[in-house]
Antibody, heavy 123, light 107 residues
Framework: EVQLLESGGGLVQTGGSLRLSCTAS????????MTWVRQAPGKGLEWVSS????????HYGDSVKGRFTISRDNSKNTVFLQMNSLRAEDTAIYYC????????????????WGQGTLVTVSS | EIVLTQSPLSLPVSPGEPASISCRSS??????LDWYLQKPGQSPQLLIY???NRASGVPDRFSGSGSGTDFTLKISRVEAEDVGVYFC?????????FGPGTKVDIK
């Protein structure tokens, strides 16, 4: 069974840093692009970042570009999200998701999703 | 950035009745449109990918259709376990974007 387990969330002060981890099991991590999506309390879903299979290419939403860095260690079956210069508006549940792709794409749908880890940024 | 709109945003449905949710895109998606259901207190789960393909384990009362800019998710007969928020997502290009969500509950 494919499973994703996020960790590393918590309470952090404005301007601080946090590193989230997503540990994968049940599949070969190196064969899949991976994505982080977040959900602020009571709000909808916002794509944060994605990283391709080898880690050679990554993509970011405008709201986190320059502050967040996605990376992966395929040997440890883990994807990371390093979050710096955190703001109150970064408060959210952060979900890790496995990308699946069509013939010509690299990440076209997300399945499965992890249970999420809560990040709270407060002054 | 591709903008997705959903309608309705709230959908009360009686058990056994059909339900339909629309997702419209600001640009053509071809068929790169997916549907997710977030049940209360849970993480989102994939229902439909590439417009019309049911994900593994998804009951056949769920169906997706559409292409280009107009897509529809249909539930042929709503059951109590179908309550939650339904999101569409475009997987054509980054930034990947989601619709605002449609909350389905039982009358």
């Amino acid at each position: 069974e494919v499973q994703l387990l996020e960790s590393g969330g918590g309470l952090v002060q404005t301007g601080g840093s946090l590193r989230l981890s997503c540990t994968a099991s049940g599949f070969t991590l190196s064969s899949s692009a991976m994505t982080w999506v977040r959900q602020a309390p009571g709000k909808g879903l916002e794509w944060v970042s994605s990283i391709r299979e080898s880690g050679g290419s990554s993509h970011y939403g405008d709201s986190v570009k320059g502050r967040f860095t996605i990376s992966r260690d395929n040997s440890k079956n883990t994807v990371f999200l390093q979050m710096n210069s955190l703001r109150a508006e970064d408060t959210a549940i952060y979900y890790c998701a496995k990308c699946s792709r069509a013939e010509t794409g690299w990440c076209n749908w997300l399945d499965p999703w992890g249970q999420g880890t809560l990040v709270t940024v407060s002054s | 950035e591709i903008v997705l709109t959903q309608s309705p945003l709230s959908l009360p449905v009686s058990p056994g009745e059909p339900a339909s949710i629309s997702c419209r895109s600001s640009d053509s998606l071809h068929n790169y449109l997916d549907w997710y259901l977030q049940k209360p207190g849970q993480s989102p789960q994939l229902l439909i990918y590439l417009g019309s393909n049911r994900a593994s384990g998804v009951p056949d009362r769920f169906s997706g259709s559409g292409s280009g800019t107009d897509f529809t998710l249909k539930i042929s007969r709503v059951e109590a376990e179908d309550v939650g928020v339904y999101f569409c997502m475009q997987g054509l290009q980054t930034p990947f974007t989601f619709g605002p969500g449609t909350k389905v509950d039982i009358k």
